[in-house]
């Protein structure tokens, strides 16, 4: 079932301070055109540059994701694209006068409410999902990093962690549809361990950090003296460790919050692709960088996939449109020069035909008879007769017509064709045909690699009457 592309009803803005910069920014998400995406614009900055999210804008995945282009960074986005991959939001502008987004309460539940506030409606054109054939694995041995993606009818994320931290221990999050994000994940806070917090702030970062925005997992044994320095930092009169491990009075909102907060980043950071996954995620120790570098490699797959020409489907099991016999009475061919098994499929712009390469072909026995190779010219010669056939189709009474070559061009190798390969052939008009000439561009497939293509241009004409 087709789905529709989605972005918000009314423009809303929401305010805080950034995580790491501590400077207070507003954010304005308003409504963006089918195909747009989700994109930053700077406001704050001369010109208002605008920051396309794609992975391959990241600069800094340190302490949180980071993208750069056309002279403006922003920052620490990951929850707030997580919040709209989660509500099926695609495209939308938001507007930023800071390097960051506010950090919140350090999930993304917030968007999540002020986007369904906004409304959310659906446009004209679909969604185009990629979906994923084969797994796709990337692994860090040396951090115990491992994310791999298998094939799904669903966007599906598992997430688990294990940071040999006795409070935290083994951990593990799953999303099963991305419609339990909103009540399943959204909510779920960053956090950071208590030696990770003190060497942040060592760095001048997280100027924005505070206890209702981060989960601090003490792992270590603190002294009073430590208590009182960040009691301070923090602008409290106090803090103290729980026994659970937690600093101050935080309650974790699900005992396994901390993984599912991975997960959100996981989704947060696979927004980069810029594209709706199909695909099941499993994530084992994921981060920043593990997941951008992930990214890249589907995305490099995306593009793979995308600039492939896709073989047409035969399916052997239909009867054809015209078998040989019907072939025969079609084209002036005759074997052993007749190339053309059936034709599948035919409109008035394309044709498919088929041809089963065999061992008994007679060419064979002269070309390389130790490693027979079907010949490129024959290759040529079999998607020139099927085209042949496509251009008999306009006249009414194709026996009295023939079709010479005029040109050919363009014409690519890509893959030997050997023995018990089925060669699909595809050819499609590259413009009407005018006074007898077509031009036709064609490519040949077996299975679904292109093992051949040319461009073609043929005369139609008529038979001399003796």
């Not at 396309?52 to 600069?59: F, S």
């Not at 320095?229 to 600093?247: D, H, M, Q, W, Y």
């Not at 239909?318 to 025969?328: F, H, R």
């Not at 299975?447 to 073609?456: F, I, P, Q, Y």
């Amino acid at each position: 079932m087709s789905e529709k592309q989605r972005t918000i009803r009314e423009e809303i803005t929401i305010s805080g301070v950034g995580l790491h910069t501590g400077q207070n920014t507003n954010l304005t998400f308003k409504a963006a055109p089918e195909n747009y995406g989700h994109r930053f614009k700077r406001i704050d900055i001369e010109g208002q540059p605008t920051v396309k999210v794609d992975v391959d804008n990241v600069v800094d995945v340190s302490r949180g994701t980071t993208i750069s282009a056309n002279g403006a960074t922003v920052g620490t986005i990951e929850h707030t694209l997580a919040a709209l991959v989660g509500l099926g939001i695609d495209n939308v502008l938001m507007e930023i006068d800071g390097p960051e987004p506010p950090i919140l309460d350090g999930s993304s539940k917030m968007f999540v409410d002020a986007l369904k506030h906004a409304g959310i409606v659906e446009q004209e054109q679909e969604r185009q999902y990629f979906e994923l054939k084969t797994n796709l694995e990337y692994t860090d041995e040396e951090k115990g990093i491992q994310i791999i993606a298998v094939p799904s009818d669903e966007f599906q994320v598992t997430v688990m962690i294990d940071y040999n931290s006795p409070v935290l221990g083994s951990q593990h999050a799953s999303l099963a549809h991305i419609s339990e994000f909103e009540d399943e994940i959204s909510s779920c806070r960053t956090f950071c361990f208590l030696h990770e917090l003190e060497l942040l702030l060592d760095n001048n970062l997280i100027k924005g950090g505070d206890l209702d925005n981060a989960i601090v997992v003490v792992d270590k044994v603190v002294t009073e003296k430590e208590l009182d320095r960040l009691a301070k930092l923090f602008n409290r009169p106090s803090v103290e460790v729980k026994k659970e491990g937690i600093l101050n009075n935080v309650d974790l909102r699900y005992q396994n919050e901390p993984a599912r907060h991975k997960l959100l980043d996981v989704i947060g950071d696979l927004a980069l692709l810029g594209i709706p996954l199909k695909a099941h995620v499993y994530a084992t120790r994921p981060g920043h960088a593990a997941n951008v570098e992930f990214t890249k490699k589907l995305k490099k797959l995306v593009k793979k996939v995308r600039n492939k020409p896709v073989a047409p489907e035969y399916d052997p099991n239909k009867p054809p449109l015209y078998d040989v016999n019907d072939i025969i009475n079609i084209l002036p061919h005759r074997p052993p020069f007749l190339f053309v098994d059936k034709i599948v499929e035919m409109t008035d712009k394309h044709v498919i035909g088929v041809k089963h390469v065999t061992i008994n072909e007679y060419y064979f026995k002269g070309h390389f008879p130790e490693e027979p190779v079907m010949p490129g010219v024959i290759q040529v010669e079999t998607l020139a007769q099927t085209g042949g056939i496509l251009a008999l189709n306009t006249v009414d009474n194709p026996k009295d017509y023939l079709t010479y070559f005029m040109k050919i061009d363009n014409v690519r190798f890509k893959q030997k064709v050997v023995p018990g390969d089925t060669l699909i052939m595809k050819l499609e008009l590259i413009g009407p045909i005018r006074r007898g000439i077509c031009q036709m561009k064609g490519q040949a497939f077996v299975g679904d690699n292109l093992v051949m293509e040319a461009e073609m241009m043929a005369q139609l004409s008529k038979k001399t009457e003796e």
